[in-house]
């Protein structure tokens, strides 16, 4: 039973989901999640206006699982249903999501059980949080990178380095190490590149007595190995948003510790690589749905907020046989009525967690099964016919589906129903889908983890060759239940992204960062590493979406000091063999 | 730099007609170099008596890296579980999987059966920086890549518009810019009807959207690879993979090279894995082996080489190939996984898993007719065993083929356990051929090493070729291989020494050190007006086709761990 | 005669152990001092039992495994793989166990006094194990990717407490209790043996079920439209337990063409199950 059913009254429960929006992007990209417009963008909750009414809510909410509590600021928007509320993805939603993934990896960040009240209590703050969860300390020595006008540059076909989409056609301008324009990039996409001097980690630092101490690169990396080969069962996550490259050395650095490596794919779209384990999988390039798609349809994914050059390139661009736009006809099957789902032909709206009801449905009208039902997950019968005779009467339907699917529910086994019906529908015509990845290179982490390990992610090395058991190598459990005693983070920000539970963890063992900015994740941090940004001042491989793999360039040189994320895990590859006597 | 002397080994060089001569191989600085030219006093000695010497073997189809390899891995978790060998550090790195191995399984298992050059043949353009980075991340092996053209729109465009000299600097550029080997074709035209109709097409069948139909694309593309005198000129797949009746396809396939307009001798096409594409018979019961009628074609047609595909009966098998079309029909067979890619542009490919039966009538003629086209057709030098790996069998399993090959005991001894109704249908049991080492040396070292155009380097232990070198523990004085083919198994399984650019990497099977060869690519020069009017065509071609930018699908030498550039002077550069 | 060996604890691990070789065949005709020395792995690092555990016990086990109990006086959930493939004998945990507890079982029966972690029972053949707290996920299944049918074999899991997701995933024979509650998906990819839970169940138990039989006594949250209702029983008997109110029977998962039985509690789930009575209703007409 939804949320929606239940009797009235301040016991009853609403619904909690989770995702990205593109403020809460671009203000990630241009000012990091320390900043008043991150706090403005993510510490939100969006709620339908009835609702509010009713509960006497006026500004702010009290917002309660049964794993934390939070107070926010109230954004009233329509275009939530009765019963259910939005918080950004971030630290606020995690806290309030429990750390059990179900055995899948995949916490339940969609379709959450909370109450909500009206407050007059003040919302809160990071720091707040922070402190809660364990943080180590606070402070954060944000510099920006000093530009100087200098050469007038333009460098053509630069390859965007936010989302999956992978974008390659940036022209970029630079007056010195400056960069004034971006030209083809989304709106994140120019608040990343234009913003990739400032808030930047430019020392390494150790934490010293709970102060972050600089120091000089080789302490850094001499603590850092330290803290790797003490430790009996280190884990090293993070890896989508750093090159090819760097994630093979990363693995190589699991392998000689025998410890455990995970990338971000394991709360994104794992349930995807879990679910081809399961059945396989039907996939496609982009341009073959340029070329041949009249059915497009996107499935719990938001691409015109998190992917947004993705409806242009695809959708809107004329292809050979389908001559763009209006000879397709776009789908959008959602929980709740997204800026996507504006461009839509036809809108279908699911109940929450429902999914896997509706794609059995859709399966069996394809496959003229009687259903007896005459509701299916909140969509009525003949819309689901409506919809099985659209698809099986396509030339040729692609489907692109996101964390929508992946996160609630049956998690996996949502996906493993939606590659059945592709496959299913290839009896009739030619279909396929495609995951919506989030990062720039998450799928590149999965593709050298594959043909290093054989594994997808969330594979460990304690017996010394690679093993993958979901539920139990996964990043999510392991710090969730407290089963590793280090961890070493590359280009990522756990804490901000992680169930409460499993930051708690972060706070209790010692903990090195490697990024370019200043992450949530330093504030838990033992020693900090400055790296530079793939794709911006570091070269090196990433893959798209759809597995096409692309070279990202340099444009400009890391800051003095700064070294790319390969050179970084080479150093400590070294450090580490030599402290193991494994010499060269 | 290091200097080795191998001595009183028992030498099998067909390329330098050595056969079986007890004699000194000499190694300095990478290279074979007279025996003269070592300090003896300052060289490593190896005392190769009582043991056979060849140049590392060659296998010139072999899925070892790329796009499907990888689904491949991802499909198949159950393949990892149980076939692990832990890493010992800092010489070897961890080993996973079956039919679908990690990068350093690819590289250590085939140094442990004494080769040392894999191809990878079948590398859809787009994705081709993929394949070099897993073919940069195998040990030990040097390796090349062949690039997939038959369903590529911009090459039908241009066999549409006949224009020949355009085609084959298309194909010039390709190859540079992929940094590949030869073409490949697969079920050509095929994955063009994939995309659009859904299935497959016969030789003869109209290509979907074109005037055109496989036969067309099949000359046109060996026309082009004459005109770009390409050492290894076509590879190519038959259409018609997988269904009974099918070798007609194969028959009329060898027979284009008729129409096609030859600049070199040698073979003008080569057929890959013939077994899938012979079978006789117009159903599943019906089944039974083209491997005479291939034979015979073959002895016709001196234009034509071609590779087993032997199947390994009893042994799992991840089937995946650019033949999208046929993956789905096995599919509907196997009804468990199915994994499916359709690239833009190019070609499309497919991967189910499979398991070949012992007692399975279908299965046990498939393993007749790969041994069936080799043992009556005899001809070693245009003749090449391997499984397709993972199509056929693991290529793991090599030596039990050489076994099959070298002797009849072997076959009668595991036909016991196959199924007697397929035997009965098949002529295999009544022949009695059997190669010698020298044939295998032949068919594993010479042959794919000329096939390839790499003669001068690999493949032989004549003066200036590449030290690439493996030594088995076997006496062929001692040992009746004929009678005692397991001793052969066990000494191709586990080579006693593997020596690799002048490197020991290999001693009594074992992996002693991790080292990574190098990567050969084709670079066929063009006139530079005609290389001009590429360029102009694919700027246009790109922006109407790709989703990518010219820019990004060029992959530069950097991207390359050690690459190897073959320059190719063409006809067209008159 | 049994004879017992009693473990504690040195110190709790901070990180995953794979205590797969705490075994009665791995105990078997073995001295006290070479019980001590077997190795296990403490994360990466390699550990000898004696190091991480105090034994006491006769300074020579027995040669059958099935003479042998093993009781470990503190249990710790970062003990992982306990009771793998054992053949017989016994295993005590008086506290905690970590995952794969009783992975690859062929006989014996393993008592965990409190909670499992996933993957208890998996791929088991024979052998009992009973769960007086909770268990994790994928109890008694099979590992990711493999074909369903890979899962539990035989033998038996009791579980007290609770159960989390994909209880059964896979299973070919076998039986699988659930005194408390069970999470979702219950019994997914199921091709025989039988299934009961005698608390509720959450969202679409019997997933890709070919065959078996799955009992849900309490209420379930929602359930696939692949299941056809089949008829109305006053009560229900499945291995020893005995439900004394009306169940509905379903048929399914028709989307795998199958036919196993998914019984689930009328009386718990009337709001759900009211639709399919007219149904039932109408085919007995």
């Known amino acids: ?584 | 730099m290091t200097q080795i002397l191998i001595k009183n080994g028992i030498v099998f060089d067909p390329i330098n007609g050595i056969n079986g001569e007890v004699m000194d191989i000499a190694i300095k600085n990478g290279k074979i170099v007279e025996s003269t030219e070592i300090d003896e006093s300052k060289a490593m000695i190896i005392d190769a008596r009582g043991k056979v010497v060849m140049a590392g073997g060659i296998d010139i189809h072999s899925h070892i890296a790329g796009p499907k390899v990888n689904v491949g891995r991802l499909l198949r978790p159950e393949d990892h579980y149980l076939t692990n060998k832990p890493h010992v550090l800092p010489h070897r790195r961890a080993e996973t999987g079956l039919t679908v191995p990690n990068v350093f399984r690819f590289g250590y298992e085939y140094a442990r059966m004494g080769y040392t050059f894999v191809v990878e043949p079948a590398t859809p353009p787009i994705k081709t920086r993929h394949t070099h980075e897993e073919l940069n991340a195998i040990p030990i092996i040097d390796k090349a890549a062949f690039v997939l053209v038959d369903s590529n729109w911009i090459a039908l465009d241009l066999i549409s518009e006949a224009s020949t000299e355009l085609l084959a600097a298309y194909f010039a550029w390709l190859l540079s810019s992929t940094k590949t080997l030869a073409l490949k074709l697969v079920d050509p035209g095929s994955d063009v009807a994939w995309l659009i109709k859904g299935k497959g097409i016969d030789l003869d069948d109209q290509i979907p959207g074109y005037d055109l139909t496989p036969r067309d694309i099949i000359r046109e593309i060996g026309n082009a690879s004459q005109l770009l005198r390409l050492p290894h000129k076509m590879h190519v797949h038959c259409n018609r993979l997988g269904y009974p009746g099918n070798y007609l396809t194969t028959l009329k396939t060898m027979d284009i090279v008729r129409e096609i307009k030859r600049v070199d001798d040698g073979p003008a096409l080569h057929i890959t894995h013939v077994q899938f594409t012979g079978y006789k018979g117009d159903s599943w019961t019906t089944l039974r082996s083209g491997g005479e009628d291939i034979a015979e074609a073959m002895s016709r047609n001196p234009y034509v080489s071609l590779d087993l595909g032997q199947v390994i009966p009893g042994r799992p098998a991840t089937t995946m190939t650019a033949d999208a079309p046929f993956e789905f029909v096995l599919y509907h067979l196997t009804r468990w996984k199915w994994a499916s890619a359709d690239t833009e542009v190019e070609t499309a490919a497919g991967i189910v898993p499979y398991v070949y039966r012992k007692r399975n009538y279908v299965n046990t003629i498939q393993w007749v007719i790969g041994l069936e086209v080799a043992l009556i057709s005899r001809d070693p030098w245009r003749i090449i065993p391997t499984t397709d790996h993972p199509n056929a069998g693991p290529f793991t399993d090599y030596p039990k083929m050489f076994a099959w090959l070298l002797s009849k005991k072997a076959r009668e001894d595991d036909m016991r356990d196959m199924s007697q109704l397929a035997l009965k249908r098949s002529a295999l049991p009544s022949i009695n051929t059997e190669f010698t080492l020298y044939d295998l040396a032949v068919m594993t070292r010479a042959a794919p090493a000329k096939l390839l155009g790499l003669e001068k380097r690999k493949g032989h232990l004549g003066v200036g070729a590449d030290a690439d070198v493996a030594i088995y523990d076997i006496d062929p004085r001692e040992v009746e291989i004929s009678k005692n083919y397991k001793k052969l198994i066990q000494a191709f399984k586990r080579t006693w020494l593997v020596i690799k650019d002048g490197v020991i990497v290999v001693k009594e099977g074992e992996v002693v050190k991790t080292i990574y060869g190098r990567t050969y690519y084709a670079e066929p020069v063009i006139p530079s007006d005609l290389e001009k009017e590429v360029k102009r065509v694919l700027e246009k071609k790109f922006k109407e086709y790709y989703s990518i930018t010219l820019d990004s699908f060029i992959i530069n030498e950097e991207e390359i761990r050690n690459p190897v550039k073959i320059k190719i002077s063409t006809q067209l550069t008159r | 005669m049994v004879v017992t060996y009693a473990l504690s604890l040195k110190y709790v691990p901070a990180v995953l152990v794979d205590a797969r070789r705490i075994t009665p065949d791995q105990f078997a005709g073995k001295k006290l001092d070479e019980i001590k020395k077997i190795v296990l792995l403490e994360g990466g690092r390699e550990v000898r039992i004696g190091e991480l555990f105090d034994i006491v016990g006769p300074e020579r086990a027995p040669e059958n495994p099935g003479d042998i109990e093993i009781l470990l006086k503190q249990g710790s959930n970062k003990l992982c793989y306990l009771g793998y493939r054992m053949s017989g004998g016994r295993i005590v945990v008086e506290g905690d166990v970590g995952h794969f507890t009783g992975y690859k079982m062929r006989g014996g029966s393993i008592v965990v006094k409190g909670n499992t972690r996933n993957y208890t029972g998996s791929k088991m053949r024979g052998g009992t194990i009973e769960v007086l707290g909770d268990a994790g996920h994928k109890l008694g299944g099979k590992l990711q990717g493999e074909k369903p049918g890979k899962g539990m074999k035989g033998g038996k899991i009791i579980v007290h407490g609770r159960a989390g997701a994909e209880v059964g995933v896979g299973m070919k024979s076998g039986t699988i209790i659930i005194h408390g509650d069970a999470g979702n998906l219950v019994g997914v990819d199921m091709q025989g043996g039988t299934i009961v839970v005698v608390g509720n169940a959450g969202i679409y138990p019997g997933t890709n079920m070919y065959a078996g039989k799955i009992v849900i006594g309490g209420k379930v949250e929602c359930l696939l439209p692949s299941f056809y209702a089949d008829a109305i029983l006053p009560s229900v008997k499945a291995k020893g337990i005995r439900f004394d109110k009306s169940f509905m029977l379903f048929i399914g998962d028709a989307i795998v063409g199958g036919r196993g039985l998914l019984y689930l509690s009328y009386e718990d789930n009337k709001a759900l199950l009211e639709p399919y009575k007219e149904l039932v209703e109408g085919m007995r007409l």
């Open chain 1, 1 to 584: 039973m939804s949320a929606f059913q239940h009797p009235l009254g301040t016991n009853r429960f609403f619904v909690l989901n989770t995702g990205r929006t593109t403020m809460q992007a671009i203000s990630m990209e241009s000012e990091t999640k320390w900043s008043t417009r991150y706090f403005n963008s993510v510490a939100i909750l969006e709620m339908n206006p009835e609702d509010a009414k009713e509960l006497g809510v006026k500004d702010r909410a009290k917002v309660t699982s049964d794993y934390g509590s939070v107070v926010l600021p109230v954004k009233i928007s329509k275009r939530l249903p009765r019963g259910e509320i939005f918080i950004p993805m971030g630290p606020w939603a995690n806290f309030l999501i429990g750390p059990d993934t179900d055995g899948t990896g995949m916490p339940t960040l969609k379709g959450i059980k909370v109450r909500v009240e009206a407050t007059t209590e003040q919302p809160t703050t990071l720091e707040q949080l922070l402190k809660q969860l364990g943080a180590k300390g606070l402070e954060v020595y944000m510099e920006d990178l000093e530009v100087k006008p200098g050469e007038k540059k333009v460098v053509e076909n630069v390859v965007c380095s936010f989302c999956g989409d992978l974008c390659d056609h940036l022209k970029i301008e630079l007056d010195g190490n400056r960069i004034i324009r971006n030209v083809g990039g989304c709106a994140i996409s120019v608040s990343k590149f234009l913003n990739y001097h400032r808030h930047r980690v430019l020392k390494p630092y150790i934490r010293k007595n709970g102060r972050l101490i600089p120091v000089d690169l080789e302490e850094a990396l001499d603590k850092a190995a330290d803290i790797l080969v003490k430790a009996k069962y280190p884990l090293i996550f993070g890896l989508s948003s750093t090159c090819v490259e760097a994630n093979e050395y990363a693995i190589e650095l699991a392998e000689i510790l025998n410890g455990v490596v995970d990338n971000t794919s394991v709360f994104c779209h794992g349930p995807t690589a879990l679910a081809v384990q399961e059945v396989g999988a039907v996939r496609y390039t982009f341009a073959v749905a340029i070329h041949l798609a009249d059915l497009v349809i996107f499935w719990g994914c938001n691409p015109a907020e998190a992917h947004p050059n993705h409806i242009a390139r695809i959708v809107m661009r004329k292809g050979k046989y389908v001559k763009g736009r209006k000879e397709r006809k776009v789908v959008v099957i959602d929980v709740r009525k997204t800026p996507t789902a504006e461009l839509a032909d036809l809108y279908i709206q699911l109940e929450p967690g429902r999914d896997l009801e509706f794609i059995t449905a859709l399966r069996m009208a394809i496959r003229d099964l009687e259903i007896e039902a005459p509701k299916v997950a909140g969509v009525p019968r003949e819309k689901v016919l409506e919809l099985a005779e659209m698809m099986k009467s396509a030339r040729y339907g692609v489907i692109f589906f996101g964390l929508g699917v992946t996160m609630t529910g049956a998690k996996y086994r949502n996906i493993v129903g939606v590659i059945r019906l592709v496959q299913e529908l290839n009896e009739w015509t030619k279909f396929g889908l495609l995951p919506m990845r989030g990062h720039f290179n998450v799928a590149g982490a999965n593709e050298v983890s594959l043909w290093i390990t054989c594994y997808p992610f969330a594979t460990d090395y304690a017996r010394k060759f690679s093993r993958m058991a979901i539920g139990v190598t996964s990043a999510t459990d392991l710090l969730a239940s407290g089963d590793v005693d280090a961890l070493l983070v590359i280009a990522s920000d756990p804490v901000a992204h992680f169930p409460r539970k499993a930051v708690e963890n972060i706070s209790k063992i010692p903990v090195i960062v490697v990024d370019a900015k200043w992450s949530l994740t330093t504030a838990f941090a033992d020693v900090i590493i400055p790296a530079g940004f793939v794709g911006i001042e570091c070269s090196g491989s990433a893959y798209r979406m759809d597995g096409v793999p692309l070279r990202m360039k340099k444009v400009v040189d890391p800051p003095s000091g700064v070294l790319c994320d390969v050179d970084i895990l080479k150093k400590l590859i070294d450090k580490v063999k030599a402290r193991m006597g494994l010499g060269r």
